[in-house]
């Protein structure tokens, strides 16, 4: 599948301003480790992309997405991880601090990451952008084919500003948030509240689910991928 989807599979890097062929990767990842956990979960994924991830969505379309919990969180985790060291973010001690979730050894530890799914339609260019970007040789409509990988500064009516991970697949946005740990669950829940408060047509991507429904109008391709561009996701 890595193969055959290989044109598909482009990360935008912010760090070298530059687009990458395949995922970010860490080289300083021991055999067994590669071989093993993280080699299931690239398989997973690729299997998601397969089946779900290579659809370019259209606006307003109504989506049923089906997963597995833990192997899409670990693996989204996995992802933001060598996002932030690659980029050396600042919140990379919190990330460190979930790898043993991530190498499957603690589901309990994996519960103070909320995670929700938001949908990119695609958008038309404007005349006067694709005119400086090249004209007749841009396209019309821009279409989320890029995936992403970086972090996002969500600001939050009466709960301020949280950092959160997000990690793109084409039309498909998943936004990882932190809860406080002295808040306990009630702090996470007040989040997960205000965020789908904010974010109506996004849905939280629950471990007692094993699908979810959400609608192809969270945002916009285009202004997506310029504010990606220019803001570092924020």
Request: overall charge positive; hydrophobic content about 40%; glycine content about 6%.
């Amino acid at each position: 599948m890595v193969e055959a989807n290989k044109v598909s599979q482009v990360f935008w890097l912010r760090r070298i301003e530059k687009a990458v062929v395949d995922d970010p990767t860490i080289k300083d990842v021991c055999r067994v480790c590669d071989n093993g956990f993280m080699s299931d979960l690239d398989s997973y994924i690729c299997q998601l992309f397969d089946g779900q991830f290579s659809i370019i969505r259209q606006r307003y379309e109504q989506v049923r997405f089906t997963y597995d919990f833990h192997m899409l969180k670990r693996w989204m985790l996995k992802m933001a991880y060598n996002s932030a060291r690659i980029h050396n973010a600042r919140d990379t001690f919190a990330l460190k601090a979930v790898l043993p979730y991530i190498r499957g050894e603690d589901n309990q530890l994996g519960r103070s990451v909320r995670m929700f799914l938001q949908l990119a339609h695609p958008a038309p260019i404007p005349p006067n952008e694709r005119a400086a970007l090249g004209g007749d040789e841009v396209p019309q409509i821009w279409e989320p084919r890029l995936n992403r990988a970086g972090l996002a500064i969500v600001n939050i009516p009466h709960l301020g500003s949280k950092i959160i991970r997000m990690v793109s697949l084409q039309s498909y946005g998943f936004f990882l948030a932190f809860a406080d740990p002295a808040g306990g669950a009630s702090a996470g829940n007040q989040f997960a509240d205000a965020f789908l408060k904010r974010w109506p047509n996004a849905a939280e991507i629950k471990a007692s689910e094993n699908h979810v429904n959400v609608i192809c109008d969270g945002s916009d391709s285009w202004e997506s991928i310029k504010d990606a561009r220019r803001y570092s996701l924020q």
